[in-house]
């Protein structure tokens, strides 16, 4: 029998996941493409793997079994892969890393350029996908790095085959329209239950988290506007529709005119590295983490900008 890596592994997201379009969208393929991976898969073995049952699919007794047996596959692979890497003498190869929006613009080009500095035998691919995803990408093996959030009160999953390193915390602050709350550094959350906001979707961790923290203070927040992306969040809040809760990296991403005030709340999150645990000593990847960690903590003045009080115009 012979068999690929991408075939197993998405024979492996299918035991995760239990559809085809989620496998898909886990490993960046179509869903066409992983029906193709898994049917090669069964031409090789000469076995049925997958049943249809309605409008799902499932595995079959040889499915559960190959499956099981390909997550160690997997694991073996990877630990080759690691050392292979260590009986080169300088880092070098190929890393690929998925990043949410605002890793991208704030974090991933100050990393990158250490990383030429200190390791220019080393490539990175980069691929932009939606923050909630970043644990699965890595999980289905569609990157080998990610950038990630972690929220303490709707934690990311955590799995013994996966590691979630904290690179920086963050404290949130409230963006409000300009003159929202006049003569105000601060203010606490409960004051602000008659306002209107703007938040992610509740089903996001961002926006789960959100929920957690005002209904901590006593109110649920009255969402007039569903948004994922950060500019469009800040552009929202500067026209006077609504307040917001922001990070200094969520407002260095877009100058506005608006007040940024202290919470007295303790609304936080963290910027985490997701690699597998078997390959968070590859030489690649310990390199890229040790790069990553810098510039997720390093001030906005050491990345070309300006803080971002500044930036608004406006008292922080």
């Known amino acids: 029998m012979e068999w690929t890596s991408p075939q197993l592994r998405s024979l492996v997201e299918l035991t995760r996941?239990?559809?085809?379009?989620?496998?898909?969208?886990?490993?960046?393929?179509?869903?066409?493409?992983?029906?193709?991976?898994?049917?090669?898969?069964?031409?090789?073995?000469?076995?049925e793997l997958l049943r249809r049952v309605g409008r799902r699919v499932e595995l079959t007794d040889a499915g559960v079994t190959l499956a099981a047996h390909a997550e160690r596959i997997l694991a073996t692979e990877a630990e080759a892969v690691e050392a292979l890497e260590r009986t080169r003498h300088e880092v070098s190869g190929t890393l690929r890393v998925g990043l949410f929006a605002t890793a991208a613009a704030e974090i991933l080009p100050l990393a990158l350029r250490h990383a030429r500095e200190a390791c220019p035998g080393l490539t990175v691919r980069s691929r932009d996908m939606d923050v909630d995803d970043v644990y699965d990408a890595v999980a289905g093996g569609s990157v080998e790095l990610a950038?990630?959030?972690?929220?303490?009160?709707?934690?990311?999953?955590?799995d013994a085959s996966l590691c979630v390193l904290p690179l920086s915390r963050?404290?949130?602050?409230?963006?409000?329209?300009?003159?929202?709350?006049?003569?105000?550094?601060?203010?606490?959350?409960?004051?602000?239950?008659?306002?209107?906001?703007?938040?992610?979707?509740?089903?996001?961790?961002?926006?789960?988290?959100?929920?957690?923290?005002?209904?901590?203070?006593?109110?649920?927040?009255?969402?007039?506007?569903?948004?994922?992306?950060?500019?469009?969040?800040?552009?929202?809040?500067?026209?006077?529709?609504?307040?917001s809760l922001v990070t200094d990296l969520m407002l260095r991403l877009r100058p506005s005119y608006l007040d940024v005030l202290g919470l007295s709340d303790t609304v936080e999150r963290q910027i985490v590295a997701v690699c597998r645990t078997a390959a968070r000593h590859r030489p690649t990847v310990a390199a890229l983490l040790g790069v990553l960690r810098s510039a997720a903590c390093a001030p906005a003045d050491a990345q070309g900008r300006r803080p971002a009080g500044q930036e608004s115009g406006r008292p922080r």
């Open 147 to 158: 950038l990630g959030l972690d929220y303490p009160d709707v934690p990311l999953p955590r």
């Open 170 to 243: 963050e404290r949130f602050s409230l963006a409000a329209p300009a003159g929202e709350l006049p003569g105000r550094e601060t203010v606490a959350l409960h004051e602000l239950r008659e306002l209107g906001w703007i938040l992610p979707p509740a089903g996001s961790y961002y926006g789960r988290a959100a929920l957690t923290a005002c209904r901590r203070a006593g109110f649920e927040p009255r969402v007039l506007h569903e948004v994922t992306d950060t500019a469009a969040t800040l552009a929202l809040v500067e026209t006077g529709v609504g307040v």
């Open 17 to 47: 996941r239990g559809t085809v379009t989620a496998v898909a969208r886990s490993l960046g393929y179509t869903p066409g493409g992983v029906s193709q991976q898994i049917a090669a898969l069964e031409r090789s073995t000469g076995m």
